[in-house]
């Protein structure tokens, strides 16, 4: 079946370095590709999507490109600030209406 | 703002207790899901919904009934509550391949 595996974290960094946080996925077909952003204590949010083979989906300075050849969503940002820390979830579209989440990334910005 | 409301936010039972999640939507969504999030374990979906009048199991179903009278609300019941879903309970709404919008979430103890 479809799956979403993304990278261990936690991932600590200091504030105003280059973020990648890892996600690949295994899915019969083409799906549409989804990061997902949840600030503590808060449900998850939107963060950016992909709905084709080389697509650049970008939000708050985050971006992720969707590579068909290498089956990864990876989530990058070039300078992360505190509050961009939060844990973040690759998911794709398995057929219409289901989505598959990864475990979440918990992410770290040290001032 | 227009979204997904859960009630209550917060809620402690004691063991055997019963209760229900009250999910509501107003973006005239079709597809409706309730998600249990446990510490390392990431989302997991317990049943989900593809419009009014249906429900379906999810990957851990087992101790929750759920209810789609109304195309707005998803309604998850614990008959007799465990100490095993104390838990994070999230519930979300999607039209499609189009990405979910979430709850804030009902934080469960069941003690």
């Known amino acids: 079946g479809d799956s979403v595996t993304q990278m261990e974290g936690p991932v600590t960094l200091s504030e105003e370095a280059f973020l990648t946080i890892n996600c690949t996925y295994t899915?019969?077909?083409?799906?549409?590709l989804f990061w997902y952003v949840q600030y503590p204590g808060e449900g998850l949010q939107l963060l950016l999507k992909?709905?084709?083979?080389?697509d650049k989906g970008s939000n708050k300075g985050f971006e992720a490109t969707y590579r068909k050849e290498t089956t990864s969503f990876h989530l990058e940002k070039g300078s992360v600030q505190v509050s961009d820390s939060a844990v973040y979830f690759c998911?794709?579209?398995?057929?219409?209406?289901?989505?598959?989440f990864g475990t979440g990334t918990r992410l770290k910005v040290l001032a | 703002n227009a979204g997904v409301t859960q009630t209550p936010k917060f809620r402690v039972l004691k063991t055997g207790q019963s209760m229900t999640l009250l999910c509501a939507q107003d973006?005239?969504?079709?597809?409706m899901y309730w998600y249990r999030q446990d510490p390392g374990m990431g989302l997991r979906l317990i049943h989900y919904?593809?419009?009014?009048?249906?429900?379906a199991k999810g990957e851990v179903p087992d101790g929750y009934n759920v209810s789609r009278l109304k195309k707005q609300n998803f309604l998850l019941g614990l008959e007799s509550a465990a100490p095993s879903q104390t838990s994070v309970y999230f519930c979300?709404?999607?039209?499609?391949?189009?990405?979910?919008?979430f709850g804030s979430g009902t934080r469960l103890t069941v003690v």
């Open positions: 919904s593809v419009g009014e009048g249906t429900t």
């Open positions: 973006m005239n969504h079709e597809y």
């Open positions: 992909a709905t084709k083979a080389d």
């Open positions: 998911a794709l579209a398995s057929g219409t209406y289901k989505y598959i």
């Open positions: 979300a709404s999607t039209e499609g391949s189009y990405g979910y919008t």
């Open positions: 899915a019969t077909g083409y799906p549409s």
